[in-house]
């Protein structure tokens, strides 16, 4: 099957992927099986746009993530409306969390027959990989005639951005992001302190001192994924240094000097930055910025926030946002404030809509009325709050505008969503109670100023050097992590000489040669 040509790009991939730093959820691993809506309802039409529905499609549709109490329910109002608008009716089932570094890969390299799921560029599998090993529909041609509302509704910058090799294989997010890594940290014991904000390393440093000085908790109370964070900090804050592709980005990564020099690529570990970084996280651990266990403790950052055990968490904007109302009611007395490490340097990326884009499966029965399916979902408001928010009335209400949960409303009993992100459409978000109400006032002040990914577009082909990343990405799951962390058992800067080392030996030097040797005709699309 076509889907069977991602053999050799799995092996790499599932190779270098570790703990996948994306949201945490529970429960179900890769549950699935919710039932469509009975099929005896007839359809309104049997030739919609010149597609023939006379007979009924029945669409399976991969997300990612858990599944909700009342997801069922939620389905089953969906599949209603599907059955009657385009005769078809969908079946979702879930990739969890901790699964997706191999689920994802394997559920298009195993030439299993789906018709939709989730892709990104960044993800497990890259959408420009999929697209080249044949693993997507190519849905160009398609548009026009299965799907003209959809394509007028994205700009045509948008379906640019999606391309690949001239042809379309993704329907981009129609959703305002940008999740530039930082630190969400409390604002009342900020004011404790007599500081004003975080705008730097230096203010971070201050406010962590007051933690440990003054409170009973570690100012960053993680685990060893934080270890990632602490390189996004350091890229972030130096010049305009940017990730560039090759090790995946759940790893400690290559970078180039900056968005305009974005094909002269390079290992960090050879800087005096990164020497220095080094020893500044030596400094950070035994100051306790973090616990002692930090490498085999279990409860993230984020976790031990909410349970007052902890003076901040590490994470990224739109995460932070989104969690606004969780962190609130666990800490009524402690609203947060987020230091995005990149904006003093103003290299925030602008997230573009292929970052989150719904795809077709090569292996899809029914391409067609997939596509119809999410053109629904994406330019009908009805289809889109209850693929986004539920049913009104039990998941959710509307009150002066903003979305908040019904009187009486019981997570386990009444809890249920999907997470379609690629589904979304800026003009259909309801504001919500639970998110931060700064998102839409920073935003706005950080499309000001964003920069565009130089690589958006660039699929790496890392067939020719499986064996040296998966070489370089063990080295840094263990004395790459220890450095980021302040834990190796020799003084940092020998530390780093043994991790050029062993870098070296890796084979770092062959994967950037291939890396540049691949950036070299490639042309952004942006």
């Known amino acids: 099957m076509k889907g069977k040509k991602l053999v050799s790009s799995l092996i790499s991939v599932l190779m270098l992927t570790g703990a996948l730093t994306a949201c945490s959820s529970n429960n179900n691993n890769n549950a699935s099986g919710n039932t469509p809506a009975s099929s005896d309802a007839p359809a309104t039409s049997t030739n919609t746009g010149g597609v023939d529905t006379s007979k009924e499609a029945k669409l399976v549709y991969y997300l990612w993530g858990s599944e909700g109490v009342t997801n069922k329910e939620i389905l089953a109002e969906i ?54 090993e044949g693993a997507l529909t190519d849905i160009t041609d398609m548009l026009d005639k299965v799907a003209p509302k959809l394509k007028a509704e994205i700009p045509e910058a948008a379906w640019q951005n999606t391309k690949y090799k001239g042809r379309i294989y993704g329907v981009p997010s129609l959703y305002s992001e940008y999740t530039p890594a930082g630190y969400a940290y409390r604002t009342d014991l900020l004011k404790k302190y007599g500081m004003t904000d975080i705008k730097s390393i230096a203010d971070m440093e201050k406010y962590m001192d007051n933690v440990v000085k003054n409170e009973s908790y570690p100012p960053i109370n993680g685990k060893a994924e934080d270890a990632a964070n602490m390189f996004r900090m350091l890229v972030d804050t130096t010049g305009m240094w940017l990730n560039a592709p090759g090790i995946s980005l759940n790893e400690l990564n290559l970078v180039t000097k900056s968005p305009e020099d974005y094909k002269t690529v390079f290992h960090p570990a050879f800087t005096q930055e990164f020497e220095d970084w080094a020893v500044k996280m030596r400094e950070w651990a035994d100051k306790g910025y973090w616990s002692k266990d930090v490498l085999s403790a279990t409860l993230g950052s984020k976790d031990n926030f909410r349970a007052a055990n902890s003076a901040g968490y590490l994470t990224h ?10 962190d609130l009611k666990a800490q009524p007395d402690a609203t947060t404030a987020f230091y995005t490490f990149a904006e003093a340097n103003k290299k925030i990326k602008r997230k573009m809509g292929v970052d989150n884009s719904t795809v077709i499966s090569a292996n899809s029965a029914n391409p067609e009325r997939s596509l119809m399916a999410i053109e629904k979902f994406m330019t009908d408001e009805s289809y ?14 509307i009150e002066n505008g903003v979305k908040k949960q019904p009187a009486g409303f019981n997570e386990k009993t009444d809890g249920g969503g999907f997470s379609a992100w690629s589904l979304r459409n800026d003009k259909f978000v309801i504001p919500s109670d639970s998110e931060n109400p700064i998102r839409n006032s920073l935003f706005a002040e950080w499309d000001k100023e964003a920069i565009d990914d130089p690589y958006n577009g660039f699929s790496f082909d890392p067939s020719n050097v499986t064996t040296e990343i998966a070489s370089i990405s063990n080295v840094n799951a263990q004395l790459g992590i220890q450095l980021m962390l302040g834990k190796t058992s020799k003084d940092p800067k020998e530390a780093v000489a043994d991790y050029r080392d062993q870098l070296k030996k890796a084979g770092v030097d062959k994967v950037i040669a291939e890396v540049e040797k691949q950036l070299a005709e490639f042309v952004p699309v942006n």
């Open 79 to 132: 599949n209603k409306k599907l059955k009657a608008d385009i005769n078809a009716t969908i079946e979702v089932k879930y990739i969890d969390w901790p699964d997706l570094a191999t689920k994802y890969p394997l559920l298009f390299a195993s030439g299993e027959e789906f018709d939709m799921s989730h892709a990104s560029p960044g993800a497990a599998v890259s959408y420009f990989t999929l697209a080249s």
């Open 317 to 326: 904007a739109q995460d932070w946002i989104g969690q606004y109302g969780a």
């Open 384 to 397: 889109y709050n209850l693929i986004q928010y539920g049913i009104e009335g039990k998941h959710y209400v």
